[in-house]
């Protein structure tokens, strides 16, 4: 584990030490590609001055919102087709083609509908946010094992009970899987969806500071979005491993 992270932090180091050396050297225009230290001294000057709290709220707010909605739909509605065979297959070929469908070649049809305010950046999110978890869910539900569904239907539980018991404490590993791949997506989406008509936003700074040609405030934003997603993948990992530690027990077991 330890020589995993190690390795991985001499590659990011690399990398870090790459960005930093071409541009000094001339090897790279500055203008194109400042240095990393200059992108994190203009990241530090946004902090400084509070413009990026404000656009971290907004933000948040915009994806953390499409996140939770997608939750709430996608788990009970993925459990309900897991369980339901024969609705998932009639369904299973309509959800094959919105999930294929470019999230971001719909965006103009979201702003058809529903404009440039602040409905149609959290519905275009929470479209791309919805069918990993859904079809995790999904997948989770109808993989859960045969044998085990079969004892305890053999001792005589009730049909409640073995789905409570049995089949989602086995479909949560794939459950947490999604929220995952959800919570990256959202991310990504949020940036998207921020970039044309808004006016706050980690999106919209992004793309502002480029719009001036303010490259190092540019890549600042870059480097904040790279690690607020590193960070909410790593605390949704935390949680998995707390979560299903039972499965851990029972494979030693």
Not at 175 to 200: F, K, N, P, Q, Y
């Amino acid at each position: 584990m330890l020589k995993g992270a190690a390795e991985k932090s001499v590659i990011m180091l690399l990398i870090i030490s790459a960005w930093e050396a071409l541009p000094r050297l001339g090897l790279v225009d500055p203008f194109l590609l400042p240095p990393f230290s200059e992108a994190v001294k203009s990241l530090l000057r946004l902090f400084q001055s509070g413009e990026m709290f404000r656009h971290i709220t907004i933000s948040l707010g915009r994806s953390g919102l499409a996140f939770l909605a997608a939750v709430v739909f996608s788990i009970p509605v993925g459990t309900f087709m897991g369980w339901n065979k024969r609705i998932e297959q009639i369904i299973d070929p309509l959800l094959q083609v919105c999930r294929n469908t470019s999230t971001l070649a719909l965006y103009p049809v979201f702003i058809l509908f529903f404009g440039l305010g602040e409905t149609s950046k959290i519905a275009i999110i929470l479209w791309g946010t919805v069918w990993p978890i859904l079809l995790n869910t999904i997948a989770g539900v109808k993989e859960a094992d045969p044998l085990l569904i079969k004892s305890a239907r053999s001792m005589g539980i009730t049909r409640t009970g073995l789905f409570l018991r049995v089949v989602l404490p086995m479909a949560l590993p794939s459950i947490l899987t999604g929220l995952r791949l959800s919570a990256a997506t959202s991310i990504l989406m949020l940036v998207a969806a921020e970039m044309l008509g808004a006016d706050r936003g980690l999106g919209f700074m992004i793309f502002y500071y480029q719009e001036r040609y303010a490259i190092p405030e540019m890549f600042g934003g870059i480097i904040f979005i790279s690690v607020l997603g590193v960070l909410i993948n790593y605390l949704l990992v935390h949680l998995e491993g707390r979560l299903t530690r039972w499965k851990e027990r029972t494979v030693k077991g």
